[in-house]
């Protein structure tokens, strides 16, 4: 059984940090890509960061930053200088492609992230 849990997320201050991991299970991590979505109210779930710079969204580029420990099966999102508009529940996501060319897709349950003074 293939699970992905997020932790790491809170309340933090404008200009603050966090650290969102994420912990695969079930799966060979190192043959995924690994990416970091985000949902705030009202919105659809938007691409944060991946594997490529291409994949941060430019609202987070600079500020954002992927990273990954095959070794762990983790995944990590350091998420500075925090804004208000940041405030979202964080989704991770696993995703490759298999021998047959079938996508694989599975994420997480979510990471709430409040910014707010």
């Known amino acids: 059984q293939v699970q992905l849990v997020e932790s790491g997320g809170g309340l933090v201050q404008p200009g603050g940090s966090l650290r969102l991991s994420c912990v695969a299970s079930?799966?060979?991590?190192?043959?995924?890509?690994m990416r970091w979505y985000r949902q705030a109210p009202g919105k659809e779930r938007e691409l944060v960061a991946g594997?490529?710079?291409?994949d941060y969204a430019d609202s987070v580029k600079g500020r954002f930053t992927i990273s990954r420990d095959n070794a762990k099966n983790t995944v990590y999102l350091q998420m500075n200088s925090l804004k208000p508009e940041d405030t979202a529940v964080y989704y991770c996501?696993?995703?490759?492609?298999?021998?047959?060319?079938?996508?694989?897709?599975?994420w997480g349950q979510g990471t709430q992230v409040t910014v707010s003074s």
């Open positions: 996501n696993a995703a490759a492609v298999d021998a047959w060319r079938r996508r694989l897709d599975y």
């Open positions: 594997p490529t710079s291409a």
């Open positions: 079930g799966i060979t991590f190192s043959n995924y890509d």
